[in-house]
Structures are given as C-alpha cells and as structure tokens.
C-alpha cells in the first residue's frame, strides 16, 4: 500500500474520533505527510492547555506551549494556532531587521538621531518607539 493510501486511510480512521485526540492525531498525520504543514484544523479544541503542552512535548517545540500563554487569551483551534505562530514569526524577524538597520547605522557612524528618523520611516513607527529601539541596541 502506498504512502498516500495509507495517509488517506488513518485520516479517515482519524474523522471517527470525536475528542481533542482526533486534533492532535490530525496534526501528526498531516505534519507526517508535509513538514511544513501549518495546523489549519477550525475544530474546537476542549482542553487548550493540555493540548498545546502535549504538542510541545511531542514535537520538541515549545511555541505551542507558549502560544497559550499570552495576552491574546486562550485559541479556540489549531487555525488560531497558526495565525499566532505568524504574527509571532513576523514581530521576531522585524525585530531582528530593527536591530540590524541600527547595528549598521551605528557601524557607518550615522548619528543616533538621523538613525531614529530612518526608522520610523523604514518601519513605520513612531518616534517614541524609534528612540526605544535605538537606546536597546546602539
């Protein structure tokens, strides 16, 4: 039987369970088939924390623990999941390009205030935001 068959049969075995088993035994199959697979199940989950904490666990990946304890409150689902691990993916790296673009600013001897003034313009941010930036990583 060939890979995808036997994929396609344990999703189906999958679609009997009716606890927040079938979630996770969904999430495993799919990331099974597709390593870059994003949760995109909109089943709600019933024991959150459980969950994500086993999730972490299973896959060594302590994001899915940590998506449950933020100001946002608790997901509802694996999409919510997903979106949360995103936004949490963009705010890092647009971190990281912030204090990039003020490591080099500072390393071609560009004064701090013209480096604030880039980038509010270069990130959209207000200056008060700007100046914090600067202070943390010149």
């Known amino acids: 039987m060939a890979e995808k068959d036997v994929n396609e049969k344990l999703l189906e075995q999958i679609a009997c369970f009716k606890s927040d088993f079938r979630i996770v035994a969904n999430f495993f199959v799919r ?3 597709n390593p870059d697979y994003v949760p995109d199940d909109p089943t709600d989950i019933e024991h ?4 994500m904490k086993l999730l972490s666990v299973i896959t060594g990946d302590d994001r899915y623990e ?11 689902n694996m999409c919510e999941v997903a979106e949360r ?12 390009g912030v204090a990039s673009f003020i490591e080099l600013c500072k390393e071609f001897s560009i004064p ?8 509010m313009k ?3 941010i207000s200056e008060k935001a700007a100046i914090e930036k600067v202070n943390k990583y010149w």
């Open 122 to 124: 270069r990130f959209a």
């Open 85 to 96: 691990l995103e936004r949490k993916g963009i705010e890092k790296g647009r971190e990281e």
């Open 31 to 33: 990331k099974g088939e």
């Open 66 to 76: 940590r998506v449950c304890n933020t100001r946002e409150g608790k997901v509802r």
């Open 112 to 119: 701090q205030r013209e480096t604030v003034m880039r980038i």
């Open 48 to 51: 959150v924390d459980e969950v």
